[in-house]
T-cell receptor, first 115, second 115 residues
Framework: EADIYQTPRYLVIGTGKKITLECSQT?????MYWYQQDPGMELHLIHY???????EKGDLSSESTVSRIRTEHFPLTLESARPSHTSQYLC??????????????FGPGTRLTVT | AQKITQTQPGMFVQEKEAVTLDCTYD???????LFWYKQPSSGEMIFLIY??????QNATEGRYSLNFQKARKSANLVISASQLGDSAMYFC????????????FGSGTQLTVLP
């Protein structure tokens, strides 16, 4: 059973607001990821982290930022939300403590709507 | 660059019948991994099955099997004895070589199981 949590599950917010999407895992995984997914479309990696104090940008350019101060916590922040940020955001984690093939465990996602 | 192609946006199958979801991939790496995930309407991603590029036998997990044809660069998912609960989006993904173990996803196939 994967223990990875995301809050909020749903968020409707006005343009220009600052938002933080929370992601926490209790599995001690070093690697964590943020994906963006439009409805019915593929997932695009926007950020990932190897471990504490390490973050990298993914394949899809994003105006969001992330931080990794604690192993279990990987929040994503948008300084000024825009309607183009409307999407689902999925957090995932992997390793160590899992066996081969080291699949990624996903949280339930946050569905963000910017009005 | 790695690429995953899923050419079936939607598929229908009768309950209790088998269905094959197509996935082709493109990579110049010799070592890679292929994953299938299920995404119900609730949004979370559920890991189903994995095939490593050096695995000689096709992977199987319960009702799921992976028809891996390396020369054709295809990794089709076969679901036997479909159930109503199998209705969901199905994503094929490739793990990019590297220490962060990122995944590249296909565009997905929406499977609907008919009673």
């Amino acid at each position: 059973e994967a223990d990875i949590y995301q809050t909020p599950r749903y968020l409707v917010i006005g343009t220009g607001k600052k938002i933080t999407l929370e992601c926490s895992q209790t599995m001690g995984h070093d690697k964590m990821y943020w994906y963006q997914q439009d409805p019915g479309m593929e997932l695009h990696l926007i950020h990932y982290s190897y471990g504490v104090n390490s973050t990298e940008k993914g394949d899809l350019s994003s105006e969001s930022t992330v931080s990794r101060i604690r192993t279990e916590h990987f929040p994503l922040t948008l300084e000024s939300a825009r309607p183009s940020h409307t999407s689902q955001y999925l957090c995932a984690s992997s390793e160590p403590g899992t066996t081969y093939p080291y699949e990624q465990y996903f949280g339930p996602g946050t569905r963000l709507t910017v009005t | 660059a790695q690429k995953i192609t899923q050419t079936q946006p939607g598929m229908f199958v009768q309950e209790k019948e088998a269905v094959t979801l197509d996935c082709t991939y493109d990579t110049s790496d010799q070592s890679y991994g292929l994953f299938w995930y299920k995404q119900p309407s609730s949004g979370e991603m559920i890991f189903l099955i994995y095939q490593g590029s050096y695995d000689e036998q096709n992977a199987t997990e319960g009702r799921y099997s992976l028809n891996f044809q390396k020369a054709r660069k295809s990794a089709n998912l076969v679901i036997s004895a479909s159930q109503l609960g199998d209705s969901a989006m199905y994503f094929c993904a490739m793990r990019i070589p590297g220490s962060a173990r990122q995944l590249t996803f296909g565009s997905g196939t929406q499977l609907t199981v008919l009673p």
